[in-house]
């Protein structure tokens, strides 16, 4: 039987649901067998409401209970710093690889890390290396770290592996996009990708790249031999293994976050599509919530700082409301020019970063209105309070200290325009469902007309 190698990735936010976190270990745990490798490529420990609590910790009973072999870094498996991750990398059953996450010049965890590692399984040598995206240097837990480029890594990599005589070599990649070039420009035979939250199976080049999605959504069986193929697997129909799903509800029962504090009647969804695809009702909440805390002009979140998961529906809790923005980020208040301000709503339309899908909106507001033309990739409009803007006046604007320097979303923020300090994103949400209710609406913030629509005067 040729060996098989089972991927998950960008587990994310299903360990605060036990159920969801247990059908993911069943479904792998009934997959396993002699002839298989457990594969995990990054964001497996956070972000997440018990990731925040537990600072990633809450993934170990997970890792032990799938018995994970192999697992690389995601950007998000530094949100508690370099301490946390080093104590979880500790404190795992499974080989850790990274060949492109350096501190001070050296491979990062050098004792508890390795850049390669080969596994023989039923007489066939398999080859793995790890790699990160390099939009993980603004993740302000990964603080003194460096991250290469990922190509030549691999290729330095991949070449070792082929000396040392293995038969396959596999990518584990929390690259996203760069999956495409990585697989063009290298000679690996699978690459089992994340980062990007979209489930495909596809060959380019020859290679074999899998991506399983987000939040536990599906695995792959990649199995190996003469040719590669692969089988994706759902996680919605597989048993629930208990043993996992329990310590998940009692971690959750000890961190007290149970308390309601909204309640909602027509439910918020906040699935990938609809979040990077202009003005939402769950986009609003949050850029609300960041105004009101802050008192300033504009409310501005990034698309993919709001997290994917059921929607929010009923009775509202503490941890709902963590978990559509799980960070432990500080929000910053800005002091910006109207011109400025253009420039963000510009960058907010997807204009500055590269390997986007077409139509992805990366940015939602509130007390700032916006007319966009996706044909001319144009404002045809911009207002703040109600008012047009005006290119000379200074506005204030509250968003994340993470979006400060980002410069592949908002090159336009940066550390300068900083003025004060605002608290942390959940506690502001929270603070400001107990006290104005949850009830967001669709209300013509972000305008998107196509080249056949009527151009508003």
Do not use: K
């Amino acid at each position: 039987m040729p060996p098989t190698l089972l991927h998950y990735s960008d587990v994310e936010n299903a360990y605060d649901d036990p159920d969801r976190i247990g059908r993911l270990a069943g479904r792998l745990r009934g997959l396993r067998d002699g002839a298989a490798v457990v594969c995990g490529t990054g964001d497996n420990t956070a972000p997440g409401v018990l990731s925040l609590v537990t600072e990633g910790r809450q993934a170990l009973p997970f890792f032990e209970a799938v018995g994970t072999d192999v697992e690389t870094f995601g950007n998000h498996d530094f949100d508690h710093g370099t301490g946390a991750t080093a104590a979880v990398v500790r404190d795992s059953p499974q080989t850790w690889l990274t060949a492109n996450v350096e501190r001070e010049g050296a491979r990062f965890l050098p004792d508890e890390t390795a850049p390669v590692a080969v596994r023989e399984v039923d007489g066939r040598r398999l080859g793995f290396v790890g790699v990160t995206t390099r939009s993980a240097r603004y993740n302000p837990g990964a603080g003194p770290l460096s991250f290469g480029d990922p190509v030549p890594a691999v290729r330095a990599a991949a070449a070792t592996l082929r000396e040392e005589g293995v038969d396959d070599v596999v990518v584990l990649s929390h690259l996203g996009r760069e999956d495409d070039r990585l697989a063009r420009e290298t000679d690996v035979d699978v690459i089992l990708g994340g980062h990007v939250h979209d489930v495909t199976a596809e060959r380019i080049d020859g290679t074999v790249l899998t991506r399983p999605g987000v939040n536990g959504e599906a695995v792959f069986a990649v199995e190996l031999g003469e040719t590669v193929s692969a089988r994706q697997y759902s996680i919605e129909d597989a048993p629930v293994y208990e043993p996992v799903a329990d310590a998940l509800r009692e971690r959750l029962a000890a961190a007290d976050l149970n308390e309601v504090v909204a309640h909602v009647d027509e439910p918020i969804e906040r699935s990938d599509e609809l979040i990077a695809a202009g003005e939402t009702r769950v986009g609003n909440l949050v850029a609300d919530a960041y105004r009101w805390a802050s008192g300033a002009d504009v409310g501005l979140q990034n698309s993919g700082g709001v997290r994917t998961g059921p929607p929010l529906a009923g009775d509202v809790t503490v941890a709902d409301l963590v978990s559509v923005v799980p960070f432990e980020e500080e929000l910053a208040l800005l002091e910006v020019t109207g011109a400025e301000l253009r420039r963000i709503v510009r960058e907010a339309s997807g204009d500055v970063v590269d390997g986007l899908p077409d139509g992805f909106w990366n940015g939602h507001f509130s007390g700032l209105s916006v007319v966009w033309n996706d044909a001319t990739r144009e404002i045809e409009r911009l207002r703040v309070g109600g008012e047009p803007v005006d290119d000379d006046a200074t506005y204030t604007v509250v968003t994340t200290e993470y979006l400060l320097g980002t410069d592949d979303e908002y090159p336009t923020l940066t550390p300068a325009h900083h003025v004060d300090a605002v608290g942390s994103q959940y506690d502001a949400l929270a603070d400001y469902a107990r006290s104005e209710g949850v009830d967001p609406e669709v209300e013509g913030r972000i305008v998107r007309r196509g080249p056949v629509e009527e151009r508003e005067e």
